[in-house]
């Protein structure tokens, strides 16, 4: 068995008295795509705060790296230190450079943190023209790498975004509904999109929409969150078929679109 990319253990985090996450233990092997789901208030999106540190947990171990002696204490790192290790998170809202060409957008993203003017007006090779061809077509945008970014449809800057944060190679890629306000096409299209990143880089990906998980967790392993714990894992079909978790989730029907 080889050693986890993150591992985390018996970490909790509560806010004004409420415990948000509660007992969590996670492990996230490296290529892995892992779905992870949960009603409203589960601790989804904390559980995400607390990997890329924008929230420290009152307790638990939280770890980067196959190599246990060579593994990164998340819990010592500021949120910068934790990008530039390479977890990188996508929100939901996309924000994309409006004014500026989807190829532009794209470049920005490969120069890194120093100043939009600086980056555009830097000479591009060759190097930097292939990368962004082949981010392009990872995303699907190929045909509108001249349109402003602004022009674009919801869910085509959400395909934009994640290319910006793919440009800076990130060895695992953090998710948050990535569905939420796409059409059934677009949906569709991001599940193909995330599948094919699955193996060279690592993703949790949280999601709602129930037709979205099945598709994107054909290959891998579901993790329900409830109350800041994990109630159940494993494939889609055990996870679905799961007594507590129809009790708590699934069975409400709420976000259930099948
Ligand atoms: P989910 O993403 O699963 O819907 P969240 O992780 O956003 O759930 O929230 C879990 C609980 O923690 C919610 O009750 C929320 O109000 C609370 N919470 C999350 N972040 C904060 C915060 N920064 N300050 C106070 N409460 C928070
Ligand atoms: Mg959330």
Not at 18 to 35: C, D, H, K, V
Not at 148 to 170: D, N, V
Not at 249 to 257: F, I, S, V
């Amino acid at each position: 068995m080889p050693h986890p990319l993150l591992t985390v253990e018996d970490v909790a985090k509560a806010y004004d008295g409420f415990q948000a996450i509660s007992n969590l233990n996670f492990y996230l092997f490296a290529g892995e795509l892992r779905t992870v789901i949960g009603p409203n208030g589960a601790g989804k999106s904390t559980f995400f705060d607390l990997l890329t540190g924008r929230a420290k947990p009152d307790r638990g171990r939280l770890e980067f790296g196959t190599d246990p002696a060579a593994s990164h204490d998340l819990t010592r790192l500021s949120e910068h230190e934790i990008s530039r290790l390479g977890i990188g998170r996508k929100f939901q809202t996309p924000s994309v450079y409006a004014d500026h060409s989807v190829w532009e957008n794209l470049l920005l993203s490969l120069r890194g943190p120093r100043g939009v003017f600086a980056a555009l007006f830097q000479r591009t090779g060759p190097a930097d023209r292939a990368r962004i061809d082949d981010l392009l077509e990872m995303v699907r945008l190929g045909d509108k790498r001249h349109w402003r970014a602004g022009l674009l449809s919801h869910g085509e800057k959400q395909w934009l975004e994640l290319g910006m944060l793919l440009a800076q190679e990130p060895k695992v890629l953090l998710i948050d509904e990535p569905a939420a306000g796409m059409t059934d096409e677009e949906t569709h299209r991001t599940g193909e999109l995330l599948l094919s990143l699955a193996g060279r880089h690592s993703l949790i990906v949280i999601e709602h929409d129930m037709t979205f998980v099945k598709q994107i967790a054909q290959q891998g392993q579901v993790t329900v969150l409830h109350q800041g714990s994990v109630l159940c894992e494993g494939r889609f079909e055990e996870v679905q078929s799961d007594p507590k978790v129809r009790e708590v989730y699934l069975g409400r029907g709420k976000h259930d679109r099948r």
